[in-house]
């Protein structure tokens, strides 16, 4: 069956290291996004991209970075981490046709604590 | 910027309430989606509602989209244990056609 798996489930980092969320979806959906979910701040958007070689900055993304070299793999890098990044990461995509009428397949998330 | 804002954040219900959760835009919506994360899990798809005055049932859940199409509810008739979780609404953003995510309404439900 098709999906979106990120890696790792867990990671725990120290402040100033850079750090990589990876995430892989095999439904070859054009559009990918990354969210970040915080208590009393639901889902929040930090990158998302259209296509291969298309990213676009969200609502938080000072201090995160992404790359689309291919449609599955849109890796999410924290430059130089920060406690205040700590939180639980979601990868999600959707088919790409109409963008905001159409719903988003969402990975099981990367929680990420940054000491 | 345009808000999306979700009441209540928290409830508690006992097994075989109801329960009803609201979701109001500052600006007009051409759609809007519901979204369920179980503790622990990811956010899963549930409806879309795109006409003025929409309703859609899902078994015991019923969901409403408003005429002016700035708010949205969920209700859940005789909740069960299964029910519990997080649920968000989200529209798309009228600048950016992104989807805008309401903070969310965490159910509890006692046996």
């Known amino acids: 069956d098709a999906e979106i798996t990120q890696s790792p489930r867990h990671k725990i980092t120290e402040t100033g290291r850079q750090v990589t969320l990876a995430c892989h979806q095999t439904w070859n959906h054009n559009n990918m996004f990354w969210y970040r979910q915080d208590l009393g701040h639901g889902l929040r958007l930090i990158h998302y991209?259209?296509?291969?070689?298309?990213?676009n900055k969200g609502e938080v993304s000072d201090g995160y970075s992404v790359s689309r070299s291919n449609t599955e793999d849109p890796p999410l890098t924290l430059e130089s981490a920060a406690s205040s990044q700590t939180s639980v990461y979601f990868c999600a995509s959707s088919e790409g046709r109409g963008f905001a009428n159409e719903k988003l397949f969402f990975g099981s998330g990367t929680q990420l604590s940054v000491l | 910027g345009q808000q999306v804002m979700q009441i209540p954040q928290y409830q508690h219900v006992q097994e075989g309430e109801d329960f009803t959760t609201y979701c109001n835009s500052s600006?007009?919506?051409?759609?809007i989606q519901w979204y369920k994360q179980r503790p622990g899990g990811h956010p899963v798809f549930l409806i879309q509602l795109v006409k003025s005055g929409e309703v859609k049932k899902q078994k015991r859940l019923t969901f409403q989209f408003g005429e002016a199409k700035k708010n949205s509810s969920l209700h859940i008739t005789a909740t069960q244990t299964t029910d519990v979780g997080t649920y968000f609404c989200?529209?798309?953003?009228?600048?950016?056609?992104?989807?805008?995510f309401g903070q969310g309404t965490t159910l509890q439900v006692k046996p």
């Open positions: 600006t007009t919506l051409s759609n």
């Open positions: 989200a529209g798309p953003g009228s600048n950016t056609g992104k989807l805008i």
């Open positions: 991209s259209y296509g291969v070689h298309d990213t």
